[in-house]
């Protein structure tokens, strides 16, 4: 009897180191498919994360370039207004010069 009931133990005992094994298999798929799942979403935002940024950037670098457009419209603006201040400054010089002349007669 005792006989019967060590091999009837041993038996249930590979049974349930079957089902363990079959467990653990089980498991690390589990696990290996969670972390794939993580991975792609992990991979993901960080693709979103990094297309966001570009983004930001190229509206960034827009604004910029309008600055840009701005500055040069400026100084442009301002660069006719010295000639233009020059011209005038020569045009009464000269003024000065024939009055001054007229003057001395």
Request: glycine share 2%; charged share 40%.
């Amino acid at each position: 009897m005792q006989m019967s009931v060590i091999t009837s133990k041993l038996s249930e005992l590979d049974a349930d180191r079957k089902e363990l094994a079959e467990y653990q298999a089980a498991d690390r798929d589990r696990r290996a498919l969670e972390f794939a799942l993580l991975e792609r979403d992990l991979s993901s935002n960080r693709k979103k994360l990094e297309e966001a940024r570009l983004q930001e950037l190229q509206s960034r670098k827009a604004v910029l370039e309008a600055d840009i457009g701005d500055l040069e419209e400026k100084v442009a603006r301002q660069t006719d207004t010295a000639e233009s201040t020059a011209e005038e400054v020569e045009a009464l010089q000269q003024a000065i010069t024939k009055t001054e002349g007229e003057l001395e007669e």
